[in-house]
Structure formats: C-alpha cells, structure tokens
C-alpha cells in the first residue's frame, strides 16, 4: 500500500503538472495576464508637457456628454460596459451625474476625493443599448461601449448627429460592427468592422507621434489587453486617419502590415475618434490608455485634446500613489 505521505507526493505532482499544462494552454490561446503598473512619474512627465496646451477652466465650453453601454456579455473583468458607464460617469461628471464612490473599473477603490467634481463645464447622461432620440439632438458626443446593432435608420441617425457637429466615440467592442462587417458603417466612421481578434500582449506604436491626442506619449506602449484586426472592408487611408497600430503573426506566420488600434475620421463638421482596445477591466485603469481614449473624446467634441488630461490619474493604476 501507498504511504500518505506518497499520496500526497503524487497527488502534488499531478496538480502541478495540471497547472503547468493549463498555463502553456493559456499561453497559447493567448490570455491576458494584468500587467504591471505604469511608473508615476513617467506619466506625470507627459502630463507636464501638455499643460500649455490647456485652456483655462473660466473659457471652457460646456459639454454634454452621453455614455452608451448594454448589458456584460463576457467573463469576470471583461466587456464590463455597465461598471464603465457608471464609473466614467463619476469621473467626466462627479457627484452631480453618479452615485460612484471611485473611477477606478478595476479591483480595490482607490478613492480620490478630486474626483468628486468632474470636468469643469461637463455633464453626463447615460443611454442603454441605444441613445434616445432626443440625447442625439442635443448632446456634444456620444461614447459608445458595447456591441452596436446598426441598421439603416440607426445609420442616418448618426450621419445627422455627425453632419451636424457633434462627436462620436467607439470603444472596443463597438467597433466590432454587428452583425457583420459594413461599408455603410465605414463610411460613417472609418471602420466598418474586423475580420479577427486575438486576446494577450499587444505592442503598440505610435503611428503620427506628433498628432494633438498623441503628443507627449511613448512613441511604444505595451497592454495586456484584445486586438481587432484586418478591417473589413479595407481602410480609405485618404479619410481614415491612423494614429496607433500594432503587428499580428499571420497564418504563415509572419508579421502582419501594421493594423489599426486608434483613428480619426471625419463627416461633415462632425468627429469620429475609434479605440480598438478597451477588453480588460484593468485597461481602464492605465492611465496611458486613458490619456489617449480621454483626448480622443476631447478631440472629438472640437475641444483641445487636452482639456480631460488631468483625469488621467483620478483613481488610476500606477506603481506610486497620485499626488493631489
């Protein structure tokens, strides 16, 4: 007979071999692990660089903006479009747009008290599935996070918002389009959808470093986070502006041409600015992610991209604690 102590032995060796098989699977599929945080004062550098690029606060335009989200459709920590909505809620209006207590997405409230204001001239309001007609009529932009179900009214609907001047963001799954990829959806915002997506590592580079949402950043960036890539149908390069890319293995097993994670595109006097990333709670979090995605919407309302910049760090992830 086995002695417990054998037992033990091979019941821990058989665990560990069961570990180690689950992670060279989970490398393989290529699932995220969260990554480190971002150095404090890497960020606070960048942040400095683009303070004369600010307005001042008595100048700013008011602002209404719309946050769209659906229902969680994915696994703990992912596609979590309604802690989004709220959370983002607090942090563009403060108390006066939501009962949040922190705007962190991801893990332990790291609560800021800052926070509690918002953005000067911003106010906020939330729309389900789908904004109702009378939020496209009247607000500056629209921030879109979750699946988005176009059909043809829903197409002109937002052709009228945007030939009217207003602002139009898509994270994520939103610019997934659904049910399938559209040429009618590309021409309203640049892309009409991705062929494929692969979750893991993702190395970014700064395709125009000198543009007004990318000054000051790292010209290469790392997530842990899903790309969409091979745009369906192909990007009007003379309409899409491309501001961020990233490298897929093909199936031979190449590197593929640089694909789109960040544009900008136009309609009209209207702005359209598409975020590929945005899968992962913890992406939320990175306040290089949310420098770019917060300059997006600034831009995209005609604003200076700037002018949400110092939300940046307001309950973010970095390796020391913000300074107030």
Avoid at 259 to 287: A, I, M
Wanted: proline fraction near 6%; hydrophobic fraction near 40%; glycine fraction near 8%.
């Amino acid at each position: 007979m086995f002695s417990t102590a054998r037992i033990r032995s091979r019941l821990s060796a058989r665990f560990a071999v069961s570990i180690g098989a689950l992670l060279c699977v989970a490398s393989t599929l290529g699932w995220c692990a969260e990554p480190d945080p971002r150095q404090l004062s890497e960020v606070e550098r960048v942040l400095a660089a683009s303070q004369a690029a600010k307005s001042d606060t008595a100048s700013l335009r008011k602002l209404k903006i719309v946050l769209l989200a659906d229902q969680k459709d994915h696994g703990v920590g992912e596609h979590d479009y309604p802690r989004w909505q709220a959370r983002w809620s607090f942090m563009l209006g403060g108390v006066a747009d939501s009962s949040e207590a922190a705007a962190a997405s991801n893990g332990v409230d790291l609560r800021d008290e800052s926070v509690r204001g918002g953005a000067p001239g911003v106010h906020v309001e939330r729309a389900w599935q789908w904004p109702e007609t009378a939020q496209w009529d009247s607000a500056d932009l629209v921030v879109a996070f979750c699946y988005l179900k176009w059909n043809p009214e829903r197409v002109e609907q937002v052709r009228r918002f945007l030939t009217r001047g207003g602002g139009l963001v898509l994270i994520h799954s939103a610019t997934w389009t659904m049910p399938s990829p559209s040429a009618e959806v590309a021409d309203l915002v640049g892309v009409g959808g991705f062929e494929r997506w692969r979750h893991g590592s993702v190395e970014m580079e700064l395709a125009d470093p000198e543009h007004p949402i990318c000054r000051g950043l790292p010209r290469n960036l790392k997530f842990e986070d899903e790309t969409y890539w091979l745009p369906s149908p192909a990007l009007d390069k003379a309409r899409v502006k491309v501001l961020a890319t990233c490298r897929e293995t093909t199936d031979s097993g190449q590197l593929s041409p640089p694909q789109p994670l960040y544009w900008t595109y136009r309609v009209g006097s209207g702005r359209v600015f598409g975020c590929v990333l945005g899968h992962n709670n913890w992406t939320f979090d990175d306040p290089y992610f949310r420098l770019l995605l917060l300059r997006g919407m600034a831009w995209a309302t005609g604003e200076s991209p700037c002018r949400f910049d110092d939300l940046a760090l307001k309950s973010a992830r970095v390796a020391e604690a913000p300074r107030n």
